[in-house]
């Protein structure tokens, strides 16, 4: 396949935790994380620094414009349970996603000259899978 | 269907152009750019000035542009050039347009403009021009109602005149 544009990305969101995320509206950037922490174990008689991995650490940014008739980065934001969170780079390819459980926390930023912009972040509060898997 | 975005100039056009008290300080029309008739000696100029997509997931988002608007007149036709522009304020400032297939966001001033000119041809004219910068934002339709990739454009609108 070749590189495709972000303008077809999505960002789905289940507040069950289930499978039947809905596309949440009106963004229009996600960001995710995927760094595992990295402990070092340099010895004498090394030649360089060593490392050994430990846990992955997943979480990331969601951006885009305040929607009165989408409110599940708010909500989501107030649930006490997790949801399921799905990160799909560009919709034309829907195999191709992130998924996992999440908690979000959400922003919202008003200023007179603009759109209000709402903002979120989440991070994995379960094992998240990329899909398809390698 | 993916909505036309010259329905926004059109619609503002149109507010200004049905005004009675306007029409009766600018009796000459409301025109888009230069394209007022050549015996035109007071009228409205609409030019759009700078436009932006701003673009969310799934074609959605909207348009932010900014039109200068003003009121025109030229040298030795009297003109009440300040109440003229006034209308226009009172018109465009926190109004609103209803443009099929968006929803209107904002409409207000950014900055007033007023300037001599003069004609390029005759040089013993002068054009007065003054007016503002006003700053249009139209909401595109959300998500589920959007056009999705993939789906082909709206035949019917191709070859239409402007």
Same mark, same amino acid.
């Given at each position: 396949?070749?590189?495709?544009?972000? /303008?077809?990305?999505?960002?789905?969101?289940? !507040?069950?935790?289930?499978?039947?995320? +809905?596309?949440?509206?009106?963004? #229009?950037?996600?960001?995710?994380?995927?760094?595992?922490? /990295?402990? =070092? +174990?340099?010895?004498?008689?090394?030649? %360089?620094?060593?490392?050994? !991995?430990?846990?992955?650490?997943?979480?990331?940014? +969601? %951006?885009?414009?305040? %929607?009165?008739?989408?409110?599940?980065?708010?909500?989501?934001?107030?649930?006490?349970?997790?949801?399921?969170?799905?990160?799909?780079?560009?919709?034309?390819?829907?195999?191709?996603?992130?998924?996992?459980?999440?908690?979000?926390?959400?922003?919202?930023?008003?200023?007179? #000259?603009?759109?209000?912009?709402?903002?979120?972040?989440?991070?994995?509060?379960? !094992?998240?899978? /990329? =899909?398809?898997?390698? | 269907?993916?909505?036309?975005?010259?329905?926004?100039?059109?619609?503002?056009?149109?507010?200004?152009?049905?005004?009675?008290? &306007?029409?009766?300080?600018?009796?000459?029309?409301?025109?888009?750019?230069?394209?007022?008739?050549?015996?035109?000696? *007071?009228?409205?100029?609409?030019?759009?000035?700078?436009?932006?997509?701003?673009?969310?997931?799934?074609?959605?988002?909207?348009?932010?542009?900014?039109?200068?608007?003003?009121?025109?007149?030229?040298?030795?036709?009297?003109?009440?050039?300040?109440?003229?522009?006034?209308?226009?304020?009172?018109?465009?400032?926190?109004?609103?347009?209803?443009?099929?297939?968006?929803?209107?966001?904002? &409409?207000?001033?950014?900055?007033?403009?007023?300037?001599?000119?003069?004609?390029?041809?005759?040089?013993?004219? *002068?054009?007065? *021009?003054?007016?503002?910068?006003?700053?249009?934002?139209?909401?595109?339709?959300?998500?589920?109602?959007?056009?999705?990739?993939?789906?082909?454009?709206?035949?019917?609108?191709?070859?239409?005149?402007?």
């Amino acid at each position: 396949m070749a590189i495709l544009t972000g /303008r077809n990305g999505q960002v789905l969101y289940d !507040p069950a935790g289930g499978a039947a995320a +809905v596309a949440i509206l009106s963004l #229009n950037q996600w960001t995710a994380s995927f760094k595992t922490d /990295r402990t =070092e +174990v340099t010895c004498f008689g090394d030649t %360089n620094k060593v490392y050994i !991995p430990g846990m992955k650490d997943i979480s990331g940014t +969601v %951006n885009g414009y305040w %929607n009165s008739a989408e409110t599940t980065l708010f909500e989501a934001a107030d649930a006490a349970t997790p949801g399921l969170l799905k990160l799909v780079p560009n919709s034309t390819e829907p195999t191709f996603f992130w998924s996992g459980l999440a908690y979000l926390d959400a922003d919202i930023d008003v200023s007179v #000259n603009d759109a209000p912009a709402v903002s979120g972040t989440f991070s994995a509060a379960g !094992p998240w899978t /990329r =899909e398809p898997a390698a | 269907m993916v909505p036309d975005s010259s329905e926004i100039d059109w619609a503002l056009m149109m507010l200004l152009q049905t005004d009675p008290q &306007l029409q009766a300080l600018l009796p000459d029309g409301v025109f888009d750019e230069e394209g007022a008739k050549q015996n035109c000696m *007071r009228f409205v100029s609409v030019t759009l000035s700078d436009h932006a997509d701003v673009n969310t997931f799934q074609q959605g988002g909207y348009e932010n542009a900014l039109y200068l608007v003003e009121a025109v007149s030229r040298s030795g036709v009297l003109t009440n050039m300040k109440d003229a522009a006034y209308r226009i304020h009172q018109l465009l400032q926190d109004g609103m347009l209803t443009v099929p297939g968006f929803t209107f966001m904002a &409409l207000y001033r950014e900055r007033r403009t007023r300037r001599v000119e003069r004609d390029p041809v005759d040089k013993s004219i *002068r054009w007065f *021009r003054r007016g503002g910068y006003y700053r249009v934002q139209m909401a595109l339709a959300d998500t589920a109602t959007s056009r999705q990739p993939g789906q082909d454009a709206d035949v019917s609108a191709q070859g239409a005149v402007a």
